[in-house]
């Protein structure tokens, strides 16, 4: 006998009888789940998907293996066990992203591919070339880690040197939130870098600040060092409205404010609620929010730099209130 589990409905079975079918709740979609955890660059705590996303949605996504549940109240997206499989597949070290993965590192993008290391001359099957990113090149026995991985300096270090400037500041600052590295040894592994890939290592190195919250702010700091006049500072203390607030970004000589906007993951009005009162009183205290969603800062970064350079020339040219005890006065910079 054959049971359907749909809407309540008479069928016929194989025999020829008929069962009465039960109704089943339909299952939650895994997806939002999963794009949430990407927009956190691959891994999240339980109480950051708790606010958005109920227990079923959660077991859902870790049910149908595109979520990773690490330990109690630690998810991850599976780049990791994917690295861990190919590693051992073609007898490996995993770096680069997956290696920053397997550190657990929030990352702008996740790699679509394994990337792992072998040494030259190494003979690598075509079916593990095409499911794996292959580099033939020869690791120091210090920058590896169990066998299997960079170690999380190497690891920031390779990024820096081989990746665009903003993922590989998302994982030098990812690296620094996390205390897998500290700030003076990887300003003296960048400065150790040879000639190729040392100045891309050395400004990564010199950028990294692991009060970004995120790779989203990460990404839109990396943007906004482009442009001349503006310095944003991750999660700065700001007092309005009697309040001490942490913006994302924020420039404190010119008042300019710039938060990742992430409304698409807000399911429940009080925190819209929240950000909406929020972005009103730095306004009405003479700050200029400006506001980002992570497909701007993500893909379409020339019009967030161009955004951000009109925003910077305007309050360089401008009277700029100010609030102080209390008082309000204005002056003016440039």
């Given amino acids: 006998m054959v049971v359907i589990l749909n809407a309540a409905t008479a069928v016929d079975d194989a025999l020829g009888g008929s069962v009465r079918c039960a109704r089943v709740a339909p299952m939650p979609s895994p997806v939002p789940v999963v794009r949430f955890v990407t927009a956190l660059g691959g891994v999240a705590r339980r109480a950051e998907l708790a606010p958005r996303f109920t227990g079923r949605e959660i077991s859902a996504a870790v049910r149908d293996g595109i979520l990773v549940r690490d330990a109690p109240g630690h998810y991850a997206l599976p780049t990791a066990d994917a690295a861990r499989r190919a590693v051992r597949r073609v007898n490996g070290v995993a770096v680069g992203r997956s290696a920053a ?17 072998v040494p030259r001359g190494r003979r690598v ?126 420039d404190a000589d010119l008042r300019i404010v710039v938060e990742g906007d992430s409304h698409e993951f807000h399911t429940r009005r009080r925190q819209i609620d929240i950000d909406c009162e929020r972005y009103d009183e730095l306004t009405l205290d003479g700050w ?18 161009d955004t951000m350079a009109r925003a910077t020339a305007f309050r360089m040219t401008t009277t700029i209130p100010a609030v102080s005890a209390g008082r309000a006065w204005t002056r003016r910079v440039g």
């Fill in 101 to 117: 993965a397997m550190w657990r590192l929030p990352l702008k993008t996740q790699p679509t591919r394994p990337e792992v290391a």
């Fill in 125 to 250: 099957r075509p079916e593990d070339q095409q499911e794996c990113q292959v580099h033939w090149r020869s690791l120091d026995p210090r920058d590896v880690h169990g066998g299997e991985v960079t170690t999380p300096l190497r690891t920031v270090i390779d990024c820096a040197r081989t990746l665009p400037f903003d993922e590989a500041l998302a994982v030098a600052d990812s690296a620094l939130r996390n205390r897998r590295v500290s700030r003076d040894r990887l300003l003296a592994a960048a400065d150790a870098v040879p000639r190729a890939g040392r100045a891309a290592a050395l400004r990564v190195a010199r950028e990294a600040d692991g009060r970004a919250a995120n790779p989203f702010e990460s990404v839109l700091r990396a943007i906004s060092l482009d442009v001349a006049g503006l310095r944003l500072v991750p999660q700065a203390p700001v007092v309005s409205a009697g309040r001490t607030i942490h913006p994302d970004l924020s």
């Fill in 288 to 305: 200029l929010v400006l506001r980002f969603s992570q497909h701007q800062a993500m893909d379409r970064q020339g019009w967030v730099r």
